[in-house]
């Protein structure tokens, strides 16, 4: 069981930089014990002083905010440090990859347009991604305010004093909301790439638009399924043996498909800028296979491990994945 402590320490340093953490952690800690060695000299019990101590704390995400340094405005004080993790992440691999990839194919196709072409991507493609999951998370945020389930969220939106009862209790099998935000910002991302790869960016698409008979609706249905399952999950905050199937059908629902596409020669474009030279359709085709066989066991067994780690009452390292990128 953790403790009142932990928790109220858990939840300030989460919301601190890395690096910022285990001296904040010994600080807080500290500072705790001694009011709490204050008042248990005069007369009150260990719990009744933890109580006061904290209170007279307040809340720990304003408390973590004063130790950054930071206001958080864009989004919300709960989901801005998950926000900022994958947009960074997005920004930092996702889109240098897709750059590269764009400018490589023009080198094959026209060289003189590799610069154009690079910094047009690089612009649209940035653009997008930071507006659909922006979009993601403000959604999520106001769609959660009447019904959520981490006290700690509720007592930062609320006009109420925040009390030591509002910590959240750092389950070890529940996925939190900001887990949830990214999980759906990823599926957001995906099914935007996939529509607007076929209107936008380049005169012919990206992905092979005999798949729109069938294969792509199919991949956002699988998508969209992905996104209410890992709801479902956070709803019932628990990573059960039905959770693990179901995790499971709903990677291959979309991972089978898309592998079996690539090795059939049908998810490119073939008359996609540089994509008819045999070499770059068969690098870009082994990649994908690759990443997605990769991703998709990944997915597969880490959940199994959260899982199992839940079966066994294993105890919750609050500080470390957070906001996983499952």
Avoid: C
């Avoid at 991302?189 to 380049?202: R, Y």
Wanted: aromatic share 10%; no cysteine.
């Amino acid at each position: 069981m953790t403790s009142l402590v932990d928790r109220y320490v858990f939840t300030a340093v989460r919301r601190v930089p890395e690096g910022q953490r285990a001296e904040i952690d010994r600080e807080l800690r500290s500072s705790i014990e001694d009011a709490v060695e204050a008042k248990m000299a005069g007369g009150a019990t260990r719990d009744e002083a933890v109580d006061a101590a904290l209170r007279e704390l307040g809340n720990p995400s304003r408390l973590a905010d004063h130790y950054a340094g930071r206001r958080n405005y864009l989004i919300g004080p709960e989901l801005y440090p998950g926000w900022r993790i994958l947009l960074k992440l997005l920004l930092t691999t996702v889109l240098p990859l897709v750059v590269v990839i764009t400018v490589v194919v023009q080198l094959v196709e026209d060289p003189s347009k590799a610069v154009g072409e690079g910094i047009g991507t690089l612009f649209s493609v940035g653009i997008n991604l930071v507006f659909w999951v922006t979009l993601v998370f403000a959604l999520i945020e106001r769609a959660g305010m009447r019904d959520l389930p981490t006290a700690d969220w509720v007592a930062v939106r609320s006009n109420r004093s925040w009390t030591p009862d509002d910590l959240p209790k750092y389950q070890p099998h529940a996925m939190t909301l900001g887990q949830l935000a990214t999980q759906l910002s990823w599926l957001a991302v995906l099914v935007a790439a996939l529509v607007l790869q076929q209107f936008t960016f380049t005169d012919q698409p990206l992905l092979d638009p005999a798949g729109w008979h069938l294969w792509w609706p199919l991949l956002i249905v699988a998508f969209l399924l992905r996104g209410v399952f890992y709801t479902v999950v956070y709803r019932q905050a628990a990573w059960t043996r039905a959770a693990v199937l179901g995790n499971a059908v709903a990677a291959l629902l979309w991972a089978v498909p898309t592998i079996w596409l690539l090795a059939a020669g049908r998810f490119f474009n073939p008359a996609f800028h540089g994509l008819d030279h045999a070499d770059v359709r068969h690098w870009a085709t082994a990649s994908m296979i690759v990443t997605v066989a990769v991703a998709t066991v990944w997915d597969i067994v880490d959940v199994i491990r959260r899982a199992s780690a839940a079966r066994r009452g294993v105890p919750a390292k609050p500080l470390d994945d957070l906001y996983t990128l499952v």
